[in-house]
């Protein structure tokens, strides 16, 4: 696919075919339900898959990764198609999107992802934890706080895909939590973009130095 090497990623072809079939069944879908705004294949490719591709170098192969309201499966599907042994957990208020992510995914008949038609509010209820959460073009970097922090395990990162003003919202973190701002841009567009890592502060004992490799 064009445009991830500049991530860092470099696709398979049957990656790249899987791709293909979840932009072909959204703008299938799309045309009866609201999935996107953006209908020109072109743009769908490059602002929805290969932005949804840029957090892989920072999520561990075998991590657990729940999706907060992931509406056309973004970025937790096209996460899921390029590293396979991730798990993942894709949750969503909307029944309608909930219903077309579970359709992506027997369709491409994936294994270690489910989709869940539920708020964040209800989920956390399940008392799941993750070791990686995320969202793109969800919401406040505050709320998302709020809403992802009761997810992560001991060692986990929230990760936010936003667009270039991404420090003036860091700055309303709530006390307890770090954050790191990876700024870059975007493959093709040129946009500036960034991904917002956020962790909990930790006080480390001796013997935890080697627990969290983030920290």
């Given at each position: 696919m ?9 696709p ?71 590293t ?7 949750i ?59 997810f ?43 991904i917002?890592?956020?962790?909990r502060r ?14």
């Amino acid at each position: 696919m064009e445009g991830t090497n500049e991530l860092g990623i470099e696709p398979t072809s049957d990656q790249i075919a899987g791709f293909a079939v979840h932009a072909r069944e959204l703008m299938k879908w799309n045309k009866r339900i609201n999935l996107t705004a953006i209908s020109d294949p072109f743009d769908i490719a490059v602002n929805h898959f290969i932005d949804s591709l840029a957090p892989i170098p920072y999520i561990s192969d075998f991590a657990n990764l729940l999706d907060i309201g992931s509406g056309g499966g973004f970025p937790g599907i096209p996460i899921k198609i390029a590293t396979p042994s991730l798990e993942v957990t894709l949750i969503d208020g909307s029944r309608k999107k909930t219903s077309f992510q579970r359709h992506v995914i027997r369709t491409l008949n994936l294994t270690g992802i489910e989709a869940h038609h539920i708020r964040a509010e209800q989920f956390v209820q399940e008392r799941r934890k993750f070791d990686v959460v995320v969202c793109r073009a969800l919401t406040s970097l505050e709320r998302f706080v709020q809403w992802g922090a009761p997810f992560l395990s001991d060692c986990g990162i929230l990760l936010a895909l936003k667009g270039r003003n991404a420090e003036s919202e860091a700055e309303s973190l709530p006390d307890g939590f770090k954050h790191k701002i990876i700024h870059y841009r975007a493959p093709i567009t040129k946009s500036r973009r960034s991904i917002v890592m956020i962790s909990r502060r930790r006080e480390k004992k001796p013997d935890e130095s080697q627990i969290c490799k983030r920290e």
